[in-house]
C-alpha cells in the first residue's frame, strides 16, 4: 500500500469522518423507517428523539470501520484477493466485533436505560429474529464497504506498479536497443538512430506501450537486417529496398502522415536483381529526409527512382530545395561514406552525382547491372 502523502490528511481521520457521516445516515434511515411505522399506526413520534436514542448504538460500528480499516492497511493487504483471507476476515469480524457489540447493547440497557441484567436477559430472548438479522446486515455492510474499497485500492496500486515496471523495461529495451545501435555506426547513419530512439522514447513517456513495442520490435527487426547485412559483401535492390521500407516505418513514428517517398521504377526483375554494397541507400534516404522534412512543417516530397539503361542501374533520390529557410546544418557524412564505398567496390565503374537539379537536390548512383560478372 503506498504511504501516505506528507502534509495530507491522514488516513484513519478520513475513515473517521466518512464513518461517521455514513453510520449517521444508517441511523437516521433506521429512526425515519421506526417514525414512519409510529405515525401509520396513530403513535406519537420524534424523528430526533428516535434519532437520539438509536445514535448510541451505532459508535461501535465507527469502532468497527476504524478497526478494519487499520488490518486492512497492514501486510495483510498484499493478500486481499485470497478467498482465505476473505472468510478470515469475516470471521474474525463476526466474533470480535459482532458479539461483543451484544454485549455493549445490553450494558447500554442496564447503564443507561436502568434495567436489570435479568430483563435485559429476558428481552434479548423475546427480540424478534429479524432484529438480529438487521444487525447481522449492518456487519456485513460495514465489512463489505471496507474490504471491497481496499480491495480496489490494492488493485490500482498493484496497476500502478505494474505500469511502472513496464516502462521500465521499455527503458532498458531501448537503451539495449541503443547499444546495438552504437556497432552500427559505421553501416547507418548517426541521425537515424537518434531519431529511432527519439521516436521510441516519446512513446514510452506517453504510455503508448502498444505503439512502443511494435516500434521496438521493428527496431530489433531492422537491426537484425543491419547487422547481417554488414557481414555480406553484397545485397540486392530487393533487399535495400525492403530494408529501406522498414527504416520508413521506424521514421514514421517521428514524422506521421508528413513523411511521403514515392519510390518508382522497382516493380521489374532487372531492377530487384541487381546487386550492391549491403546498405547503400538508407543514408540518402536519410540525407533527403533530414534536408527536407526538419527543415518544414508540412509533409514530405521525396522520390526515389530506379531506371534500367542497358547495362547500367540509375538510382535517384530527389527532394525539394527550400530557399526560404536556413540549410539544415550538417558535414554530409552520409553521402561522403556512399562515395567512398562506391569507389572502393567499383573503382571507376560507377559514377556518384550530388548537387541541384532546378528546384530539387539530387543525389544519382550509376552502378553497373552486373559488378560480379
Given at each position: 500500500?503506498?504511504?501516505?502523502?506528507?502534509?495530507?490528511?491522514?488516513?484513519?481521520?478520513?475513515?473517521?469522518?466518512?464513518?461517521?457521516?455514513?453510520?449517521?445516515?444508517?441511523?437516521?434511515?433506521?429512526a425515519y423507517t421506526t417514525h414512519s411505522d409510529a405515525l401509520r399506526s396513530g403513535k406519537p413520534s420524534s424523528l430526533w428523539g428516535l434519532f437520539q436514542s438509536y445514535f448510541p448504538?451505532?459508535?461501535?460500528?465507527?469502532?468497527?470501520?476504524?478497526?478494519?480499516?487499520?488490518?486492512?492497511?497492514?501486510?495483510?493487504?498484499?493478500?486481499?484477493?485470497?478467498?482465505?483471507?476473505?472468510?478470515?476476515?469475516?470471521?474474525?469480524?463476526?466474533?470480535?466485533?459482532?458479539?461483543?457489540?451484544?454485549?455493549?447493547?445490553?450494558?447500554?440497557?442496564?447503564?443507561?436505560?436502568?434495567?436489570?441484567?435479568?430483563?435485559?436477559?429476558?428481552?434479548?430472548?423475546?427480540?424478534?429474529?429479524?432484529?438480529?438479522?438487521?444487525?447481522?446486515?449492518?456487519?456485513?455492510?460495514?465489512?463489505?464497504?471496507?474490504?471491497?474499497?481496499?480491495?480496489?485500492?490494492?488493485?490500482?496500486?498493484?496497476?500502478?506498479?505494474?505500469?511502472?515496471?513496464?516502462?521500465?523495461?521499455?527503458?532498458?529495451?531501448?537503451?539495449?536497443?541503443?547499444?546495438?545501435?552504437?556497432?552500427?555506426?559505421?553501416?547507418?547513419?548517426?541521425?537515424?538512430?537518434?531519431?529511432?530512439?527519439?521516436?521510441?522514447?516519446?512513446?514510452?513517456?506517453?504510455?503508448?506501450?502498444?505503439?512502443?513495442?511494435?516500434?521496438?520490435?521493428?527496431?530489433?527487426?531492422?537491426?537484425?537486417?543491419?547487422?547481417?547485412?554488414?557481414?555480406?559483401?553484397?545485397?540486392?535492390?530487393?533487399?535495400?529496398?525492403?530494408?529501406?521500407?522498414?527504416?520508413?516505418?521506424?521514421?514514421?513514428?517521428?514524422?506521421?502522415?508528413?513523411?511521403?517517398?514515392?519510390?518508382?521504377?522497382?516493380?521489374?526483375?532487372?531492377?530487384?536483381?541487381?546487386?550492391?554494397?549491403?546498405?547503400?541507400?538508407?543514408?540518402?534516404?536519410?540525407?533527403?529526409?533530414?534536408?527536407?522534412?526538419?527543415?518544414?512543417?508540412?509533409?514530405?516530397?521525396?522520390?526515389?527512382?530506379?531506371?534500367?539503361?542497358?547495362?547500367?542501374?540509375?538510382?535517384?533520390?530527389?527532394?525539394?530545395?527550400?530557399?526560404?529557410?536556413?540549410?539544415?546544418?550538417?558535414?554530409?557524412?552520409?553521402?561522403?561514406?556512399?562515395?567512398?564505398?562506391?569507389?572502393?567496390?567499383?573503382?571507376?565503374?560507377?559514377?556518384?552525382?550530388?548537387?541541384?537539379r532546378g528546384e530539387d537536390f539530387v543525389v544519382e548512383l550509376q552502378l553497373p547491372g552486373n559488378p560480379r560478372g
Amino acid at each position: 500500500m503506498p504511504p501516505a502523502k506528507p502534509g495530507g490528511v491522514r488516513p484513519w481521520v478520513k475513515v473517521l469522518a466518512f464513518g461517521l457521516v455514513g453510520w449517521s445516515l444508517v441511523c437516521l434511515l433506521m429512526a425515519y423507517t421506526t417514525h414512519s411505522d409510529a405515525l401509520r399506526s396513530g403513535k406519537p413520534s420524534s424523528l430526533w428523539g428516535l434519532f437520539q436514542s438509536y445514535f448510541p448504538y451505532f459508535m461501535p460500528y465507527l469502532g468497527f470501520s476504524l478497526a478494519l480499516h487499520k488490518v486492512l492497511a497492514g501486510p495483510i493487504r498484499r493478500h486481499i484477493a485470497e478467498p482465505r483471507v476473505l472468510l478470515g476476515m469475516l470471521a474474525a469480524s463476526f466474533a470480535f466485533f459482532y458479539l461483543p457489540f451484544l454485549g455493549f447493547q445490553a450494558l447500554i440497557r442496564v447503564f443507561v436505560i436502568g434495567d436489570t441484567f435479568a430483563e435485559v436477559w429476558r428481552r434479548m430472548g423475546s427480540v424478534p429474529v429479524m432484529l438480529y438479522v438487521d444487525d447481522i446486515m449492518l456487519v456485513l455492510v460495514g465489512f463489505g464497504v471496507h474490504y471491497g474499497s481496499a480491495f480496489i485500492q490494492e488493485l490500482l496500486f498493484k496497476e500502478q506498479q505494474r505500469r511502472v515496471a513496464e516502462s521500465e523495461a521499455l527503458s532498458m529495451r531501448v537503451a539495449f536497443e541503443h547499444q546495438r545501435l552504437v556497432t552500427l555506426q559505421a553501416q547507418l547513419e548517426p541521425h537515424f538512430m537518434f531519431n529511432a530512439l527519439n521516436a521510441i522514447s516519446a512513446l514510452v513517456r506517453s504510455e503508448d506501450r502498444a505503439g512502443a513495442l511494435q516500434a521496438l520490435s521493428g527496431l530489433s527487426d531492422l537491426l537484425r537486417e543491419a547487422l547481417k547485412a554488414s557481414r555480406q559483401d553484397w545485397s540486392s535492390i530487393a533487399s535495400e529496398l525492403a530494408f529501406i521500407r522498414q527504416y520508413l516505418a521506424i521514421q514514421q513514428l517521428r514524422y506521421g502522415d508528413r513523411l511521403k517517398v514515392g519510390i518508382s521504377g522497382a516493380d521489374s526483375e532487372d531492377v530487384l536483381s541487381v546487386e550492391c554494397p549491403p546498405l547503400l541507400l538508407q543514408p540518402l534516404i536519410e540525407n533527403s529526409i533530414r534536408h527536407d522534412l526538419d527543415r518544414h512543417e508540412g509533409p514530405s516530397d521525396i522520390r526515389l527512382a530506379f531506371r534500367v539503361e542497358g547495362p547500367w542501374l540509375t538510382v535517384t533520390v530527389a527532394n525539394p530545395v527550400h530557399r526560404r529557410v536556413a540549410a539544415n546544418p550538417g558535414l554530409g557524412v552520409g553521402l561522403c561514406n556512399v562515395r567512398e564505398r562506391l569507389q572502393r567496390t567499383y573503382g571507376g565503374a560507377a559514377t556518384f552525382f550530388s548537387g541541384l537539379r532546378g528546384e530539387d537536390f539530387v543525389v544519382e548512383l550509376q552502378l553497373p547491372g552486373n559488378p560480379r560478372g
